[in-house]
């Protein structure tokens, strides 16, 4: 065995020994002060945790994507389910996953042992660098040996560059690490405009023309589903439908505080968390904010700073753009016209604000979720509304031109976004929402809009077609749930319903994929004709007739997904 591999029963990739590769281990040979015995007394053990899902789904789809490179027409389906141990050995993999053979500054190792030159192979969803110490040429020969190379996570990186790190956190079969310069840089890398920019946490992408950001965001949808299933590898994914705005668009901002000991009022950091750091980086303006909530943000910090001695812990201030009417006299925003509002700001969470889009306006809390990027929504919304009329008329079989679609039923209706946005073309919309408040906003809206023809219901959308009467040939499911996606039970209820349309509306890609593989085993989801196999027949079958992202927040990583469901008959 070479003197520089551990044998843990895992296939370990071998790095040649290097003095920046040396181990932060014990050692008769290794003198280390008083202090650094006690950091490495206190040495963590590494666990696997759900924050590790989406840095090593990155790494297998690397390893993948690079076993199949050098495979003359293998397909998704021909990779190994495993690279480094056996698929579902979970010993080898611990025994991997908790010994780095690298050091790590919080593992008590000094920050000189923990530089370390690397290879950026991939960005994660997230829009982290996923880097090795090995060169592509290394990678490529490795995997296809069966080995597993130790990976690192190098915030504001790009594919294909070479960068000067330092390890700081061990994680499970990875290690954290800051970014210290990029000694070889990608011909995608431009200047960021923001001086916070490599410090501050709120964006990831500032240096990246935005042209690349959004095929960054299309092939991020496009691994999500083919990690979710190989077979929806082989689906289209639409170019990413962009923000009017690259800039200026962000109509909400919340930047808190902390107070620590020994810092004085003045002194206190209002701004956002720097990266990788639980400490608040100082920040005086916003430039993803419209022009309104930065004039807001500046007020909400000198608001803070004025009464800053008066707070004992820290705080989390709002910044929120609303729409009021030009003339100070009226009293309320109900019975004015769109085009005689104009923009302000709050900065109280109690208060109310409207939000326009298109001719309609919405009014909701301050402190409650509405879509951040007004400048985009017309486009967001229209969309899913050009879909369902699409398929209402191609799916008439009749001769009266009302279409197939009759009823609309909004799962997860907040304050009634998408449900008033599409109700002029359908008979009956129903909208569902746990939340009081929610359903309360959305009455007012649909009244203050003129439609007369929704209803909102107060429910579990997990228990929404026990309240549904409509024929499922005739209706459309618009579902819109939280980042975490939605939940089986849900699913089958949708499945076993069978609307002839759905429309799935996601902020978190991976768990909308993961949920449409859960259709996909169920065999409500057919893929080039097929389903899968089961012993439960599906009361009804779907197609995925479209995957189109928007970009709702440029310069970060996060990417809203639509997908249209259209039912086999």
């Known amino acids: 065995m070479p003197e520089n591999t551990v044998d843990t029963g895992t296939k370990r990739a071998v790095s040649p020994p290097s003095a920046d590769s040396r181990s932060a281990g014990s050692g008769p040979e290794q003198k280390r002060t008083k202090s650094q015995h006690n950091r490495l007394a206190k040495k963590r053990r590494v666990r696997k945790t759900d924050a590790d899902g989406t840095v090593l789904e990155a790494i297998e789809l690397l390893l993948r994507d690079t076993w199949l490179g050098s495979q003359d027409g293998a397909d998704c389906l021909d990779a190994p389910a495993a690279f480094g141990w056996s698929a579902g050995d979970q010993q080898a993999e611990a025994a991997f996953c908790r010994e780095p053979p690298v050091p790590a500054k919080l593992a008590g190792a000094d920050e000189s042992e923990c530089e370390l030159d690397v290879y950026v192979h991939e960005v994660t969803e997230r829009g982290v660098g996923i880097a090795t110490r090995e060169a592509p040429e290394q990678l490529r020969e490795l995997v296809m040996q069966g080995l597993r190379p130790w990976v690192f996570t190098v915030p504001f990186t790009l594919k294909g560059e070479r960068a000067r790190i330092r390890s700081v956190r061990h994680e499970w079969g990875y290690t954290q690490a800051d970014l210290i310069g990029v000694t070889d840089k990608s011909l995608l890398r431009i200047e960021a405009p923001c001086k916070y920019f490599g410090q501050c946490s709120g964006c990831q992408l500032q240096h990246v023309e935005y042209k690349d950001q959004l095929e960054f965001k299309r092939q991020v ?38 107070i620590r000991k020994n810092v004085q009022p003045k002194d206190v950091a209002i701004g956002f968390n720097i990266v990788g750091q639980r400490r608040v980086l100082d920040i005086e303006d916003c430039i993803i904010g419209t022009e309104t909530v930065r004039r807001g943000f500046g007020q909400a910090r000198k608001a803070a700073q004025d009464k800053m001695s008066s707070y004992k812990r820290g705080a989390t201030l709002l910044v ?35 939000d326009v889009v298109d001719d309609l306006k919405f009014r909701y809390p301050a402190s409650s979720f509405f879509q951040n990027n007004a400048s985009i929504l017309p486009a967001f919304t229209g969309y899913v509304r050009e879909e369902l009329q699409k398929w209402s008329r191609e799916l008439n079989t009749g001769s009266d031109g009302a279409g197939a679609l009759r009823t609309l039923i909004d ?34 809206n649909a009244k203050m809009n003129g439609a007369d023809n929704i209803e909102f219901i107060l429910g579990d959308a997990a228990r929404i077609f026990e309240k549904v009467s409509s024929d499922p040939s005739g209706t459309a499911v618009i579902i819109d749930p939280p980042r975490k996606g939605s939940n089986p039970d849900f699913l089958d209820q949708l499945v076993a319903y069978g609307p002839r349309v759905i429309v799935y509306i ?48 440029p310069q970060t990583y996060h990417v809203e997904n639509i997908v249209t469901l259209v039912r086999e008959d």
């Open 221 to 258: 949808v496009e691994r999500a589903f083919a990690h979710a299933n190989p077979r929806f590898g082989k689906l289209p994914v639409l170019p990413v439908s962009q923000s009017p705005l690259p800039y200026g668009y962000r109509t909400k901002l919340t930047p808190h505080f902390d």
């Open 506 to 553: 996601a902020c978190g890609v991976p768990a909308q994929a993961r949920d449409l593989n859960h259709m996909y085993n169920r065999g409500a989801i057919a893929i080039d004709g097929q389903v899968a196999s089961g012993d439960a027949k599906p009361s009804a079958v779907y197609r995925i007739a479209a995957i189109q992202p928007f970009d709702l927040f």
């Open 411 to 444: 799962a997860y209706c907040g304050s009634g976004l998408f449900a008033i946005a599409c109700h002029r073309f359908f008979e009956k919309v129903v909208g569902i929402e746990i939340s009081n408040e929610s359903i309360s906003c959305a009455g007012d």
């Open 320 to 354: 929120r753009e609303t729409n009021i009417p030009k003339d100070t006299l009226a009293d309320t925003v109900v019975d004015v016209p769109v085009a005689e509002l104009v923009k302000d700001y709050t900065l109280d969470p109690k208060s109310w604000v409207t």
